[in-house]
């Protein structure tokens, strides 16, 4: 089976705090992508990152930081510095090889950062 | 600008009746897809498209119909025997399995 499955409903933070949003895939693929999304409330998808199966290095980008660990089928997001705009909803995603592209989401995370 | 374009943003549709939302894009992207998205939880596949006049069904096709006569169009069409069609619709494109997938910014339809 191929599924992502982010535990995290909701999540509630104040300003500036750091905040991990988890996410776990399970895929038998050995070549797949995975994909964070950021969708504010005007309902847009946005694009976030990308990473395939065979690059394990973690990522920064500006606040934003990706932890891919093939061992433990995870590929977390963390916030550091959190701000109000962060406050949207966060999916994780999966493109497994063969089937047309398609991605495989997870329930998202709502992340909500007060002032 | 290109990008993906949806229309209309909001619909309302009576029970009984076929509704078709357009999905229109100017980014040269053979793949086009369609997602629903209910409260509360991820996007589930209705339909996708690698290539001009060929279609595949996702995960949830049932009530649903699609066509793709030109690269640019991917017009979804809700049907009456669709049992919960209230939802967000989003259509997405993509160029390849490597790349990301752009989104438009979707059409809420609630069936009154």
């Known amino acids: 089976a191929q599924k992502v499955t982010q535990a995290q409903t909701e999540i509630s933070v104040v300003e500036k705090e750091d905040v991990t949003l988890d996410c776990v895939y399970e895929?038998?693929?050995?070549?797949?992508?995975l994909f964070w999304y950021k969708q504010p409330p005007s309902g847009e998808l946005v694009f976030l990152i990308r990473?395939?199966?065979?690059?394990?290095q973690n990522e920064i980008s500006g606040r934003y930081s990706w932890n891919f660990q093939k061992s433990t089928s995870s590929f977390n997001f963390t916030i550091t510095a959190s701000q109000v705009v962060d406050s949207a909803v966060y999916f994780c995603?999966?493109?497994?090889?063969?089937?047309?592209?398609?991605?495989?989401f997870g329930q998202g995370t709502e992340l909500s950062v007060k002032p | 600008d290109g990008g993906i374009t949806q229309s209309p943003k909001y619909l309302f549709r009576k029970e009984g009746q076929n509704v078709t939302l357009s999905c229109e894009q100017n980014?040269?992207?053979?793949?086009m897809y369609w997602y629903r998205q209910d409260p509360g939880q991820g996007l589930r596949l209705i339909y996708y498209?690698?290539?001009?006049?060929?279609?595949q069904k996702g995960d949830i096709a049932e009530g649903y119909s699609v066509s793709r006569e030109k690269k640019e169009s991917f017009p979804l069409t809700v049907t009456s025997a669709q049992k919960n069609p209230t939802a967000f619709y989003l259509c997405?494109?993509?160029?390849?399995?490597?790349?990301?997938?752009?989104f438009g910014q979707g059409t809420r339809l609630t069936v009154v």
């Open positions: 498209s690698q290539i001009v006049n060929d279609f």
């Open positions: 980014l040269n992207h053979d793949a």
């Open positions: 995603a999966l493109t497994p090889l063969g089937q047309g592209g398609k991605l495989i």
């Open positions: 895929t038998r693929d050995t070549t797949y992508y």
């Open positions: 990473r395939n199966s065979f690059d394990e």
């Open positions: 997405a494109t993509r160029d390849g399995l490597n790349t990301e997938a752009f």
